[in-house]
């Protein structure tokens, strides 16, 4: 199986906002991350992010960080895009089900009307959270293949 580390955590109040590091977090079952804006009952309750994805945008912004592109997790080590709808990641103590891969950039980020590229819409991914619990920077990432669903 393949394994990576959690290299950051990032939340905001509102949706817009840069979001913030902060150095562990509450995932809330069928909610998502305590304190930011884009936890609920939906789909995209978390967003994830390798650091190799960032690193090829700081060939052109180099002050670049993660968090930059809205992702509530950055990895390492982890190949986020090669993920699967259906995906499992233990992430410490919580397990996180990929919901979508990408998504649709309607208004082109900062980053975008910036360098003409964003990583985030296609090599991203979203997950809801189906076991909670807290996560730390640093703290392992297992990828596991789609396990079966939740009741």
Request: glycine share 10%; charged share 30%; proline share 5%.
């Amino acid at each position: 199986m393949e394994k990576g580390k959690v290299i950051a955590i990032s939340i905001s109040t509102r949706r817009g906002l840069p979001k913030r590091n902060v150095p562990e977090a509450i995932f809330i079952r069928d909610w998502g991350i305590e304190g930011d804006a884009h936890a609920g009952k939906w789909h995209r309750q978390v967003s994830i992010l390798a650091v190799e994805s960032i690193d090829k945008m700081r060939e052109r912004i180099p002050s670049l960080r993660p968090g930059a592109f809205a992702e509530n997790l950055t990895t390492r080590f982890v190949r986020v895009p090669e993920l699967c709808v259906g995906d499992v990641l233990k992430v410490g103590e919580v397990l996180l089900e990929i919901t979508q891969r990408g998504k649709e950039c309607h208004t082109g980020c900062a980053i975008y009307r910036i360098v003409g590229d964003c990583v985030m819409p296609k090599e991203g991914v979203f997950a809801r959270v189906i076991k909670g619990g807290k996560v730390r920077v640093g703290d392992e990432v297992e990828v596991i293949k789609a396990l079966a669903p939740t009741p």
